[in-house]
């Protein structure tokens, strides 16, 4: 079971970056998915999650109405767009799998380092 | 939705006991029995330890434990090891517009 971030990077305030988060391993469609970000020297945050069918969407203040979370079932990946990039964006994005009927978040990206300066 | 609230640090000898807390409110801890925690040593990847208040997913060491009394949760690492150094994180479900909470974070020292 893996999940793997891509997409991180240099960006300036103001700017746009999407993130993917690839899964395999595991049925992933059976799974929601979450993004949690660290900032440098700061505890995890969680900002971000979308349901098995993509039909639900839910955010942290922080980012609502400047990210947005999507997926692609067919490609076992999941997309974060962030416009409106701010220099407090700036951390490392890890993408987590919920659990199947039960909570908590069980497998986790190695992260994805978005720097916005 | 405000961060719950860590110890900043904690340490403890090998083979001791140590307590970590987790305080909410009743939108959060005190509202469900939704409360994980995780390890997290820089640089890796985030392990979920303990899940649903007190269980533990298989494969995670039986000298990690979890509880929770009204709005605050609790893990206690039992036999305290080197390698339990780490980052130890509480996440809560709540009932606010922010459906998820993680705690500050406590650092904890194998002296």
């Known amino acids: 079971m893996q999940l793997v971030e891509s997409g991180g990077g240099l960006v300036q305030p103001g700017g746009s970056l999407t993130l993917s988060c690839a899964a395999s391993g595991f049925t992933f469609s059976s799974h929601w998915i979450h993004w949690v970000r660290q900032a440098p020297g700061k505890g995890l945050v969680w900002f971000s999650r979308i349901n098995t069918d993509a039909t639900t969407t839910n955010y942290a203040d922080s980012v609502r109405g400047r990210f947005t979370i999507s997926r692609d079932n067919a490609k076992n990946t999941v997309y974060l767009q962030m416009n409106s990039l701010r220099a407090e964006d700036t951390a490392v994005y890890y993408c987590a799998r919920g659990r199947f009927l039960a909570y908590g978040m069980d497998v986790w990206g190695q992260g994805t380092t978005v720097t916005v300066s | 939705q405000s961060a719950l609230t860590q110890p900043a640090s904690v340490s403890g000898s090998p083979g001791q006991s140590i307590t970590i807390s987790c305080s909410g409110t009743?939108?959060?801890?005190?509202?469900?029995?939704?409360v994980s925690w995780y390890q997290h040593h820089p640089g890796k990847a985030p392990k979920l330890i303990i899940s649903?208040?007190?269980n533990r997913p298989s494969g995670v060491s039986d000298r990690f434990s979890g509880s929770k009394s009204g709005n605050t949760a609790s893990l206690t690492i039992s036999g305290l090891q080197a390698e339990d150094e780490a980052d130890y994180y509480c996440?809560?479900?709540?009932?606010?517009?922010?459906?998820?909470?993680f705690g500050t974070g406590t650092k904890v020292t194998v002296l």
């Open positions: 996440n809560s479900y709540t009932n606010t517009n922010t459906p998820y909470v």
């Open positions: 009743s939108s959060d801890v005190g509202a469900y029995n939704y």
């Open positions: 649903d208040v007190s």
